[in-house]
């Protein structure tokens, strides 16, 4: 089969808003809190309580991909948000789709993370497992509990590379 190529592109909130929320105070707005020295910007709330969950935070020790990258798999949590926030100066590509039973080609799309900002995926969103462009830590907020919430299926059509030529 032949080799589909896709462009990643900057990561936008209004781009990414089909897939989740990208987790960063630029251009927001905020309240001042701690007498004066702080702002606070508020995010959507994680979804993550569903089916007997509860909150798992952790931390994801990555190592860094090389571009272009060939992916060939996609994961989804069907009962539960997933966000990850990287604790360094750690860019990072987010390659997300959506799709019912199975990851719909048609929107795929890569994302080029910079550094200091998160994005949290929206239960049901195909990504690929984390891809840190350095190596680096990501603290992750997602759902346990008794159900293991992880679905792994080949990308349709592989390899897809992505590039950010």
Request: charged share 20%; net charge negative; with cysteine.
């Amino acid at each position: 089969m032949d080799t589909r190529t896709l462009m990643a592109q900057p990561l936008s909130a209004e781009a990414f808003a089909p897939y989740g929320e990208v987790v960063g105070s630029a251009g927001r707005g905020g309240r001042a809190i701690n007498a004066g020295t702080s702002l606070r910007v508020e995010m959507g709330e994680p979804d993550i309580l569903d089916a007997g969950g509860r909150p798992s935070l952790s931390v994801f020790r990555a190592r860094a991909i090389a571009l272009p990258f060939a992916a060939r798999v996609l994961e989804r949590h069907r009962l539960g948000s997933q966000t990850f926030l990287p604790l360094g100066a750690t860019p990072y590509l987010v390659l997300v789709a959506l799709g019912a039973d199975a990851p719909d080609t048609a929107t795929l799309r890569a994302f080029l993370a910079g550094p200091g900002v998160g994005v949290t995926l929206r239960r049901d969103v195909w990504h690929h497992p984390l891809m840190a462009l350095a190596d680096g830590d990501f603290a992750v907020l997602e759902r346990a509990g008794p159900q293991v919430d992880c679905e792994l299926v080949p990308l349709p059509d592989a390899p897809w590379v992505i590039r950010a030529d």
